[in-house]
């Protein structure tokens, strides 16, 4: 079982990137799929999460109508399309199964290794 994101870079403020992340050893559109950040000395921050069951999403307040998450499912792939980047969306962004939001907190089950995104002048 693997989840492996990519896209992360070095973007400019208000530019745009498309973080992907396809799993291996398992189907996609079985999960729950999404996506948390992680920034130094910060706590975990749910950024997005699509449900399996109908296709609903959640979007973390800070991200909503900048970021929009999707699934590919004859690639196992889901991606994240982020726009309107600010400098405080840099972080490392994980894609993670089971996403689920439990009390206002964002938690999952597994995530892939990290890819970094850092939005700079």
């Known amino acids: 079982v693997q989840l492996q994101a990519s896209g992360g870079g070095l973007v400019q403020p208000g530019g745009s990137l498309r973080l992907s992340c396809t799993a291996s050893g398992f189907t996609l559109d079985y999960y729950n799929i999404g996506w948390f950040r992680q920034a130094p000395g910060k706590e975990r921050e749910g950024v997005s999460c699509l449900s399996a069951a109908d296709d609903s999403t959640y979007y973390g307040d800070s991200v909503k109508g900048r970021f929009t998450i999707s699934r590919d499912n004859d690639k196992n792939t889901v991606y994240l399309q982020m726009n309107s980047l600010k400098p405080e969306d840099t972080a490392v962004y994980y894609c993670?199964?089971?996403?689920?939001?439990?009390?206002?907190?964002?938690?999952?089950?597994?995530r892939g290794q990290g890819t970094q995104v850092t939005v700079s002048s």
């Open positions: 993670a199964t089971n996403c689920r939001i439990v009390s206002g907190h964002y938690d999952y089950d597994y």
